[in-house]
């Protein structure tokens, strides 16, 4: 069955560490983007990638890394220098050629 | 850049319409989206419509489009208790699709 995939589902951090996101898809769409959600400000693009080996920056990209390295795969992380990390994170996939983008279930991430 | 709104919330009883309603500000947009949110859930597409229609009809979800007033409506007839979720709208084109904040729909048995 084809779908994207986002893991964990609850992620804590403690101060001072990266985490890593996971969001793997086998819709073999060549787009994929991040997502942040805090309650009352709808989503807010934190990086995409548009092709293998190739990722943009987004409106709020301060504080978080990508990579790229496979189609079916766009993990994101948090790192220490991202100060308020407490969100919902989303990852969606396609976009491309007028096509409507596909969400995954979220990951809440929460500091300890 | 592109600005989506929409009402925060909209209340409506069992078995009467619901109409959620959304403005955009970039008239080159192609593509307007409505999407649904389940508390804890991703976002699940429920319809989308180009910028050239002015209406699209999918059971009970009537889209709307008025491009002159940049303005997108989602109706749903004979609203459920399972209806009420979050309702996004979004507008873009090939590269970017910018996101309202969401219109929570609460649904009165």
């Known amino acids: 069955d084809g779908g994207i995939t986002q893991s964990p589902k609850y992620l804590f951090r403690k101060e001072g560490q990266n985490v890593t996101l996971s969001c793997e898809q086998n819709l073999n769409h060549d787009a994929m983007y991040w997502y942040r959600q805090d309650p009352g400000q709808g989503l807010r693009l934190i990086y995409y990638s548009q092709i293998v080996n190739d990722f943009q920056k987004g409106d709020i990209a301060e504080g978080y890394s990508v990579s790229r390295e496979k189609k079916e795969s766009f993990p994101l992380t948090v790192t220490s220098a991202q100060k308020n990390p407490t969100a919902f994170y989303l990852c969606?996939?396609?976009?491309?050629?007028?096509?409507?983008?596909?969400f995954g279930d979220g990951t809440r991430l929460s500091i300890l | 850049g592109e600005d989506v709104e929409q009402s925060l919330f909209l209340s409506v009883r069992e078995g009467d319409s619901s109409v959620i309603n959304c403005t955009y500000t970039?008239?080159?947009?192609?593509?307007l989206y409505w999407y649904k949110q389940e508390p804890g859930a991703g976002l699940q597409l429920l319809t989308y419509i180009f910028s050239n229609m002015d209406m699209k009809q999918d059971q009970r979800l009537t889209v709307l489009l008025n491009k002159k007033d940049k303005h997108l409506s989602l109706r749903i007839a004979d609203t459920q208790t399972g209806d009420s979720a979050i309702y996004f709208c979004?507008?873009?084109?090939?590269?970017?699709?910018?996101f309202g904040t969401g219109t929570k729909l609460q649904v009165i048995p």
């Open positions: 979004a507008a873009g084109g090939y590269q970017k699709v910018t």
């Open positions: 970039d008239s080159s947009s192609t593509y």
């Open positions: 969606a996939c396609g976009g491309q050629s007028n096509q409507p983008q596909h």
